[in-house]
């Protein structure tokens, strides 16, 4: 099943870090957009960030960018998501999704969803 599978997630603390990995299931994702996105409860899923496929362009959302950082590593088939500074707004489901664009909005292009991993900010 062609798919990108979302890890990483756990509870944390207010303050704390935490790494997000999304990797590829059956195929490379060496040559696409991945783009990270959250679902926070009872709201709609929106774009976080997304890297290019050679990582020279990193786009965020206004409302993470300085604490959320997102990197790739075509070798492991892997993008990463580092969340520091976690805020109990950051809680939600993430997921990545690939497209041969950068653009920060929830689209029918995005493609390859697959199982979320839930992010708990909460003391």
């Known amino acids: 099943q062609l798919q990108l599978v979302a890890s990483g997630g756990k509870m944390v603390q207010p303050g704390g870090s935490l790494r997000l990995s999304c990797t590829a299931s059956?195929?490379?994702?060496?040559?696409?957009?991945i783009g990270w996105f959250r679902q926070a409860p009872g709201k709609e899923r929106e774009a976080v960030s997304c890297?290019?496929?050679?990582?020279?362009?990193?786009e965020y959302a206004d409302s993470v960018k300085g604490r959320y950082f997102i990197s790739r590593d075509n070798a492991k088939n892997t993008v990463y998501l580092q969340i520091n500074n976690l805020k109990p707004e950051d809680t939600g489901t993430y997921h990545c999704?690939?497209?041969?664009?950068?653009?920060?909005?929830?689209?029918?292009?995005?493609?390859?969803w697959g199982p979320g991993t839930q992010v708990t900010v909460s003391t």
């Open positions: 999704a690939a497209e041969y664009h950068c653009e920060l909005r929830l689209h029918p292009r995005w493609d390859y």
């Open positions: 890297i290019s496929d050679s990582s020279e362009r990193r």
């Open positions: 059956g195929f490379s994702l060496e040559n696409y957009f």
